[in-house]
């Protein structure tokens, strides 16, 4: 009995290393077994690692673009909707629905989506039946991005023949129209790869950077504004985001608007009046006595300064907490926000870049404990 539970132990062994059982009437040659034998779980793994990612056929594609809409029909008939407006997101929301997960791991969460958003990319074919390719840069083992590299040069150099033409001519000048890229930037290494559907080093992207720019510089560049815009991506403004306070109309029909802002422990809340007398006061009192400071009172006037409206609006404010500083600051960003009522859309993305619209976080560093504050130490004496 004890002989047979050392056998069964020894056989579990074995099955865990990966091992493989021959059976003794196939008798192979003392070779090929020990290959077989030797074949761990961890070396079949790397295997699988070295032969790079899994290739899916179009058919595979096909068929699971099927499946999608067959499961996608059931769905929406669980859930009682019209499978013909049936969307991404009533998908989503459905799953969470029927199988509400908690798991932190977003990957681990059930997901239902079509298989051209879960599949990546992959190159067609690319040579013919007798194995010829059909690029000329297929051994390069990039081709995808040195054609790109190849035509953005060959665009450089025919921007440069034609500032040669017009030197010859007489009609050269550096005056030229120049693209606008404000509020775009370029595609990043991994869209760019997503594109090109290949993968590329580091220094490769940096390689395209520079012959853009190099492009970018020339004085003839927007001849080519809509190659160079192909590789550019816009940016969200930031400004869009804000929240603008509505106008409102007093009595008198006299447009206001109100906000708060908030700096350290101070609060500020103000009314800005589309007047015309310029008249600033703070608790009741003109600012020029309750700041007597000339730095507090230049962070109250800066946002009226920065959009050229000074004399325009009366300000009533009121403020409570803090010192001077943080009131000063607190007032700032109220009127920069009140301000967006009476500002174009260009203005606001101005005040937002200038930082007119974004509060200060900083607040004083706590004393730690074992310290004389909070970064300074008692002083050591070695006696």
């Given at each position: 009995m004890a002989a047979c539970r050392a056998v069964r132990a020894v056989l579990l062994k074995c099955g865990k290393s990966g091992w493989t059982a021959v059976p003794r009437s196939a008798r192979p040659d003392r070779q090929l077994l020990s290959r077989q034998i030797c074949v761990s779980s961890t070396a079949w793994r790397?295997?699988?690692?070295?032969?790079?990612?899994?290739?899916f056929?179009?058919?595979?594609?096909?068929?699971?673009?099927?499946?999608f809409n067959i499961g996608k029909r059931h769905l929406a008939n669980i859930m009682g909707e019209d499978p013909e407006t049936?969307?991404?997101?009533?998908?989503?929301?459905?799953?969470?629905?029927?199988?509400?997960s908690s798991l932190f791991e977003k990957r681990a969460r059930p997901v239902m989506k079509h298989p051209d958003l879960l599949f990546p990319k992959q190159t067609a074919i690319q040579w013919g039946e007798d194995g010829r390719p059909f690029h000329y840069l297929f051994y390069t083992g990039k081709q995808a991005y040195y054609s790109l590299m190849h035509d953005t040069f060959g665009k450089v150099l025919a921007i440069e023949k034609y500032q040669d033409n017009m030197r010859n001519k007489g009609l050269f000048t550096k005056d030229t129209k120049q693209m606008s890229l404000t509020g775009s930037r370029w595609l990043l290494k991994e869209e760019l790869e997503e594109l090109l559907v290949e993968n590329i080093s580091d220094h490769d992207y940096t390689r395209f950077l520079q012959l853009m720019e190099r492009l970018l510089s020339m004085p003839y560049c927007a001849m080519e504004e809509e190659f160079v815009q192909r590789f550019r991506r816009q940016l969200e403004v930031q400004s869009s985001r804000q929240e603008i306070p509505a106008v409102q109309h007093d009595e008198n029909g006299v447009a206001f608007s109100q906000a708060e802002g908030r700096r350290k422990t101070a609060r500020a809340s103000i009314k800005l009046r589309d007047c015309g007398t310029g008249s600033i006061t703070v608790n009741g009192k003109s600012y020029l006595l309750y700041f007597p400071i000339l730095q507090d009172r230049e962070q109250l006037m800066f946002p009226l300064h920065f959009v050229d409206m000074l004399g325009r609006f009366n300000v009533e404010a009121s403020v409570e907490g803090g010192g001077h500083s943080?009131?000063?600051?607190?007032?700032?960003?109220?009127?920069?926000?009140?301000?967006?009522s009476f500002v174009s859309a260009g203005e606001m993305e101005s005040m937002r870049?200038?930082?007119?619209?974004?509060?200060d976080p900083r607040v004083k560093e706590r004393k730690k404990p074992g310290q004389a504050g909070a970064r300074k130490k008692f002083t050591w004496k070695k006696r």
């Open positions: 790397k295997n699988l690692a070295a032969a790079g990612p899994e290739k056929s179009e058919e595979y594609i096909k068929k699971q673009i099927e499946e049936f969307t991404q997101e009533d998908i989503d929301r459905s799953i969470a629905y029927l199988f509400p943080a009131q000063a600051g607190a007032l700032r960003l109220a009127i920069s926000r009140a301000l967006l870049q200038a930082g007119l619209l974004t509060s």
